[in-house]
RNA sequence: GCCGAUGUAGCUCAGUGGUAGAGCACUUCCUUGGUAAGGAAGAGGUCUCGGGUUCAAAUCCCGACAUUGGCUCCA
């Protein structure tokens, strides 16, 4: 007998040779129908493969992450034995499970799929599932694996077996598919009730853009209809909150063709929306001791050639401008960091006057090959929060520590309420790729720990994620919709003050090297806005939306009533206007909730004649008659508070 | 940059070889209406751009540009 350890600590003594699965039918048969895998001491496994000896097991089901996965590693399978049934002679690439469900890359020849042609592969994999097939495992020697896949004339498979060691290659086999895969998979394809193929894309054949581009199929597969119809209302629901279509909408911003792919267009609204963090954002920062600084849009070349940035970046990058006469050249400023080195040159720096925190509404230029650019997310010219940090080794803590608090309290500002940071340190195998000395190195990353951690933040560290020249701190956010985000960056650079040649006088009188910090908790004002955009479907909080209160007069009679109650908001510096169109009171309702205006004043006889509003919130309806200086109290209260 | 899709009025879209359509928005007129669309008339388009095929191209072919789903990249 073996001893099986459940999570609980109970102990259950069974046949060797006994699976999970038999174990989940011993309990009940409830759960056995509703296991998709088996976690054994820590590691995902089949839930039909047989113990042989004592282990600490938990069942997966649905609701654990690695069933999930489990699950959809398995639909990626079933998805390829549909395309082997559909297209004789597929050859097939890799088909792992993926964050919001699998994809499969597949090799189809000269056939190209459509998107006509999903909904077939859909059914055929259902019907595939309907047949219970169970999935079953087998080792294999290396020589019968190349053996299968040769005569197969899948060259995919036979390259990645050529990567594998003999006797650590294992099929799996579903009905008539036969895969080579590491596992673990479901019992059978039974549990794969309801799939929807999601999209198609090209993709390169292990990543690498010299090699053939495969078909790479998405799908997203659940045990129930259900979870499937609520899944797709989801994803619904996203292309509601696109920026892209809501900047569109509500008249934030657009592109141009004349202007040029990935320059947006701020028009009006946008501006004033973005002005308005900009606004917060400085007026925190001077709080917090930062001095701010205005630096032009270009520089010579040799900046970026002291910089570093020209050998790296030089040939990617939007190409010099020359000037005419003298043949100089310029570049468009990628990075503000250069510029602000150079100010804190600009006299000799004191040991008391560190930290030196010089920021900039930088507005950077960077060449994105056309197929990067989306949205505001991923643009060519772009205006960072950013902030650059001289300080010594010593105050590099605290000084992540405020950054940390100013980001904290930008996030919450915004109703970002989930987020971690990722510290990205060096490679401990690569130590020749990172400049700076490891002393310092070491130093920092440590600091930078316990700076998140003394914060409270919820951190994961990536060994070999640093950059060549320091460690840094990244923020990731999820919205409302559980999409993750990388928004908010600090990180330590030793490599600018080297090349700059940047010193302060200590209390020695010696000359020392100041550490460097760049920071910048939007990361970039477009980037931040799309993904506030997303997150708050466009119904901004009353102290960031473009018009605040829009006064509905009823008829044109009390048209001049309702511009006096604008000029009395505007004074007070609310963002009013009179909508004084033609129209009946239902439609400038509709439209103005349309626009998602947060307040909208309901002004007729009854209103004019007693000197009252009647108010009306976004999203919330008609909340009752007030007069103008409650009114006013009202809106004042709710911008204080925030959201 | 690569692969696929898309590009028609300000917006959302219909229009598969015979000189361009709808709804909304816009303008004018009627209407003066109380919490999510009042009515009528009008104006608005070298059908992204450039080539080609054809008696004839929004429509078919080629190329460019832009958008888009991915891939690769990202100071």
Known sequence: MINITFPDGRVQPVEPGTSPLDIAKSISEGLARNVLAAEVNGEIR??????????????????????????????????AEALEVLYPGVKFGIGPPIAGGFYYDVDLGDRILREEDLPVIEAKMKELGKAKNAYRRREVSKADALAFFGAKGDEYKLELIDG????????????????????????????????????????????????????????????????????????????????????QELGLFT????????????????????GLLEEFLKKEQLRRGYTPVVTPHIGKKELYVTSGHYEKYGADSFQPIRTPREDEEFLLKPMNCPHHCEIFKHKPVSYKDLPVRIA????????????????????????????????????????????IDLTLMVLKKLGFEHYTAQISVRDPNTPEKYIGDPANWERAEQEIKEAADEKGLITTVVEGEAAFYGPKLDFMVQDALKRSWQLGTIQVDYNLPERFELEYIGSDNQRHRPVMIHRAPFGSFERFLGVLIEHLAGNFPLWLAPDQVAVLP??????DYAIEVTGFLKNRGFRSFADDRNEKIGKKIRDSELLKVPYMLVVGEKEASSRQLSVRRHGAGDVGILDWETFATRLQNEITVGL
């Open 46 to 79: 089949d839930a039909f493969r047989p113990l042989t000896e004592d282990a600490k097991l938990r069942l997966l089901t649905w609701d654990d992450p690695g069933g999930q996965s489990t699950f959809w590693h398995s639909s990626a399978h079933l998805l």
């Open 164 to 247: 594998l060691q003999d006797g650590q290659i294992t099929f799996y086999e579903q009905g008539n598919f036969t895969d080579l895969c590491r596992g673990p998979h479901i019992p059978d394809t039974g549990a794969i009730k309801a799939v929807k193929i999601l999209n198609l894309a090209g993709a390169y054949w292990r990543g690498d853009e010299k090699r053939k581009q495969l078909t790479r199929i998405y799908g997203v597969s659940f045990p129930k209809q259900a979870q499937l119809d609520e899944h797709l209302a989801l994803l619904e629901e996203a292309k509601k909150r696109d920026h892209r279509k809501l900047g």
């Open 255 to 274: 592109f141009s063709q004349k202007v040029g792919a990935g320059l947006p267009l701020w028009l009006p609204k946008g501006t004033i929306v973005r």
């Open 360 to 403: 900039e509404f930088g507005t950077v230029y960077r060449y994105e090959q056309s197929g990067e650019l989306h949205g505001l997310t991923r643009v060519r010219g772009f205006t960072q929060d950013d902030a650059h940090i001289f300080c010594t080794k010593e105050q590099v803590k605290d000084e992540f520590k405020d950054v």
């Open 554 to 559: 009823i008829s044109d009679k009390y048209v």
